[in-house]
């Protein structure tokens, strides 16, 4: 259907609720040592997006960096204000921006 907006609007809304849920589960299997964060991840996805295991690994896989750029935020912001400050850091170009603690 032409003009559809509202159905894009909705799906670019589901997309980054996945990748913040993907990034909070990467950056707790990171703080828990887990060996593989992004497979967990993976797995994550697909039993809480309600996923075939294929797609959600594609998911992440195809999002990684995205991931860990957000799981990044999460790990170094202590409120809702810092993260997104963070975000905004992130969105900064690589070769405009401070080197990450």
């Known amino acids: 259907m032409a003009g559809d907006t509202n159905g894009d609007k909705t799906r670019v809304r589901e997309f980054k609720e996945q990748l ?3 990034a909070r ?3 707790m299997s990171q703080k828990a040592g887990v060996p593989e ?3 967990v991840t993976g797995l994550a996805v697909a039993a809480f997006e309600d996923m075939q295991l294929r797609e959600a690994m594609l998911f ?3 999002n990684e960096q995205n991931i860990k750029d957000l799981a990044w935020a999460f790990g170094n912001s202590n409120s809702a204000q810092e993260f997104e400050q963070r975000i905004k850091e992130i969105k900064i170009p ?3 921006r401070e080197p990450r603690r």
């Open 20 to 22: 913040v849920k993907a």
């Open 25 to 27: 589960m990467y950056a």
């Open 37 to 39: 964060p992004m497979d």
């Open 60 to 62: 992440v896989r195809t």
């Open 94 to 96: 690589p070769d405009r």
